[in-house]
C-alpha cells in the first residue's frame, strides 16, 4: 500500500498533469523568484506567455477564457504581483470569468522571519474578487488545491479563484490527484419556469433585456427563437460586457442607459418584462422612482444567486441561461401580436471633419466579416451603438466593471484564445495608456489585431460626468503630447498615424489585410 517517496510523483508534476486534464496548458503569467520551481524543465506541450506586468497577465488570460469558455491560469508573483493584477482581478470578477490565480509565497521554513517577498496574508489579499483563495496546510496539498480552484472557478456565477504556494513545494512528493467530472450547468426550478412560459404565452406586449450571460452561456440561438416566437423586442441591458442578441435584427430595440428613470421609459408599455443574464440594473449615476415599468409581470433569469437575491421587483429563477431559455421555448405558444417598431439607424457620415462616429462608421464598412470588437474607449460606446452594429455571436467584448486597463490585453487573449480570426482593440487615448504594454505581447506573438486609437487628446467621458455634476472644468483630463505611433513602434508593431477620412479608410485596410498587429492612430478634431 504505501510506496516510497521517490515514486510518487512532484507537486510540479501532480499539478502539470491537473492542468492538462483540465485544458489549461496557456500559462499567463510574470515570473518572480518564488514562483520559478513550478516550471523547471517547462514542459514542451505548455506555452508560457509573458504579460509585462500581472495587471497584463490577468487581462489576456480573461481575454483568453472568455474566447475559450475555459478557465485560464495565471502565474503572479508573490504580493506585489497580486497588487499589480487587482485592477484586473476585480474586472475578471465583474465579467465572471474563470480563472486560477498562482501567487508565489516564500519557503514555509523561513516565513516565520518574514522574509523578502513575504505575503503576509496571501489569501486575503485578493478578497473579496476571488470565489475562493488557499495556502494549503501542506506541500502534498497543492494539487488538490488547484484542481477545487478549477471547479469553482468554473461553477456559476464563474469567477477568479487564487492558490498561494510556497516555493519549496514544488519539488516535494505527492500523491497524484484525478481530474474529475464537476458539474457547471444549473437548471433552474421547473415550476417557476412553466409561469414565466404561461405568462409570456398569454402577455399583450412582452418586452426582452438581455445581458452578458446570454453570450458566457452560448444561448444566442435560443435567444433568437425565443424573441422570435414571441415577436417580442430585445434590449442589451445596461453595460452589458458581451453581445447577446444580432443588432441587426428587427426586433433589436437597443441598448438601455444605465440610469433608472430613462431605463424605466425605455421599458414603459409592456405588461411582462423577461430580464435575461442580467442583473435588473446595473446603473452609472443615481436615479428615483420605481426599477421597473408600474404593472409589469416581471421575470428574470440568472445563473447568479447573488443577482437574484437583490432584484427590487419580480421573480428571479437561478439557472444557466441556455437550459432556462431552452425551457421556456417548449412553453406553450403565444397569441399572435404585430411587430414592434423597428429601430432607426442614423444616416450615413462623410468622415469631414474626423469624428468618432466616422471611426466607427468606417470600421462597421470595412471590417472583415465575423471580425471581433473588443472595446474601451468609454465617450465612443454611444457612437459605437449608433454606426457599429454587432451581428454575429461572440463578436463584441468589454469590461463588465467600468475599470479601465482591461480591453488591450483582453485583446490579445482573445486573439489567442481565437486564432485566425480578426481582432479590432477599440481604444480611448486615455484607455489605452493602462496597459500599452501589451502591443509588445501583440508584436512577439504576431496576433492580428488591429488596435485604433480614438484619439481626442483627453478623458472626454470625465468631462461630460463634469458637466452632468455641474463643474465648470474637470481637471485632470488633458492628454495632449502623446505619440501613440511612436510607443506602437518601439514595441515592434507597425503604425500609422491618421486625421482624415480618406488616411483612416487607407489605414483600415491596411491593418484588416496585414497578419500582424498594426496600430491606428485616429487623431479627431476637437
Ligand atoms: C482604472 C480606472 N481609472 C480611472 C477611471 C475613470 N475613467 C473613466 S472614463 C475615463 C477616461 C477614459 O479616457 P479615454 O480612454 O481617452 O476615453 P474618452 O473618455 O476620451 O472617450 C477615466 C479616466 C476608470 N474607469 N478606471
Ligand atoms: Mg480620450
Known sequence: MT????????????????????????????PGSTELPMFREFPADLRYVLGLQES???????????ATRNAALVNLHSAVGVGHAMGNIFTAFRNQTPLVLTAGQQARSI???????FSVQATELP?????????????????AAIARAYYVAMQAPRGPTLVSIPVDDWDRNCEPVAARKVSTAVSGDPALLAEISRALASAERPVFVAGAAVARDDAWDELIRLAERHNAPVWASPHSARNSFPEDHSLFAGFLAPDREK??????????????????????????????PPGAQVYQLTDDPAVASWAPAGTSVVTSLKLGIGHLLEGEMPRQRPAPPRLIRPPRLTGSPLTDSYVVQQIAALRPKGSIIVEEAPSTRGPMHDYLPIVAR??????????????????????????GERVIALLGDGSSMYSIQG??????????????IVNNARYEALRSFGRHFGLEKTEGTDLAGIDFSGIARAQG??????????????????AFALNQPMLIDAVLVD
Not at 516565513?111 to 517577498?117: N, Q
Open 56 to 66: 497584463l497577465a490577468v487581462g489576456m488570460a480573461d481575454g483568453y477564457a472568455q
Open 263 to 292: 431605463l424605466v421609459r425605455s421599458l414603459s408599455g409592456h405588461d411582462v418584462l423577461l430580464v435575461l443574464g442580467a442583473p435588473m440594473f446595473t446603473y452609472h449615476v443615481e436615479g428615483f422612482g420605481p426599477h421597473v
Open 111 to 117: 516565513l516565520p522571519f518574514e522574509p523578502f517577498l
Open 127 to 143: 478578497k473579496p474578487y476571488v470565489k475562493w483563495s488557499c495556502e494549503p496546510a501542506r506541500a502534498q496539498d497543492v494539487p
Open 493 to 510: 508593431v507597425k503604425a500609422e498615424r491618421v486625421s482624415t477620412a480618406a488616411g483612416l479608410d487607407q489605414a483600415l485596410q491596411t
Open 439 to 452: 502591443l509588445w505581447s501583440a508584436a512577439q506573438l504576431k496576433l492580428p489585431i488591429t488596435f485604433v
Open 3 to 30: 510506496t516510497g517517496a521517490s515514486s510518487l510523483p512532484t507537486v510540479r508534476s501532480a499539478v502539470l498533469s491537473l492542468l492538462r486534464s483540465f485544458g489549461m496548458t496557456t500559462i499567463f503569467g510574470n
Open 394 to 419: 461572440d463578436t463584441f467584448y468589454t469590461c463588465a466593471s467600468g475599470g479601465l486597463g482591461h480591453a488591450l490585453p483582453a485583446a490579445v487573449g482573445i486573439a489567442l484564445g481565437r486564432p
